[in-house]
């Protein structure tokens, strides 16, 4: 695919699968020599149980689609980015890795590992001209994570989920990427931004009585 910026070229695999990610490393490195930006993007919070009904299995999901990809992925292309002596990466997590998630705590360690591994990989590598920076993402709008369907009659109380005053959309989180992916963030490494509409600064998760659960939203506590 071309365009005015440039070519685009699209590769499907399954980055939970080794074999998958080796050929994804092999088909980029053998097209483009080198990689300059990696965005690890992936991810989910199913599937989503309270820790006490949690299995191993459970938790094996849980790591395989939220942290295990980032090293997988991230390590295929750390060679060809120490050898060229450049690189940013991005890593986009959650702001559940970054603040107490009560509704389940295995998927809330490994977006903290995923933070923390951002914060140690800066340090190994900005020796090499690699920089590693992660974002910590809520409340935005997806088609996985929908904040909008039921609550369309109480649009007003958005003043009061987040600090911002509204929900947050796929272009708040590409645009904090593209300043840390560029050279633009260039004395910037080891950090993981909120792009929360401010939200972990704010409080975050609420216990509902009357909704007997823990809530980011409610219409009354």
């Known amino acids: 695919m071309t365009g005015a910026g440039g070519r685009i070229r699209s590769h499907v695999v399954d980055v939970t699968l080794d074999d998958d990610v080796a050929r994804l490393a092999e088909a980029v490195l053998t097209e483009h020599g080198r990689v300059d930006v990696l965005v690890n993007n992936v991810g989910d919070y199913r599937p989503l149980v309270s820790f006490h009904e949690s299995t191993p299995d459970s938790w094996r999901q849980m790591y395989d689609i939220n942290l295990r990809h980032v090293f997988a992925v991230t390590r295929a292309f750390v060679p060809a980015m120490m050898e060229a002596g450049r690189g940013s990466i991005v890593t986009v997590h959650s702001v559940e890795g970054m603040r107490g998630y009560p509704k389940d705590p295995v998927y809330g360690a490994m977006k903290a590992a995923a933070a923390h591994f951002t914060t140690c990989l800066a340090v190994d590598l900005g020796r090499h001209g690699i920089r590693v920076n992660g974002i910590g993402t809520d409340l935005a709008q997806t088609p996985q994570v929908d904040y909008l369907t039921g609550y369309q009659d109480v649009d007003e109380l958005w003043a009061a989920w987040a600090p911002v005053g509204r929900v947050g959309w ?42 007997g659960r823990f809530v980011n939203r409610s219409r009354n506590l």
């Open 170 to 211: 796929p272009e708040d989180q590409a645009r904090v990427a593209l300043f840390l992916a560029s050279d633009q963030s260039a004395f910037v490494t080891g950090h993981n931004i909120p792009v929360d509409g401010g939200t972990k600064a704010g409080g975050g998760w609420l216990f509902s009585p009357r909704e």
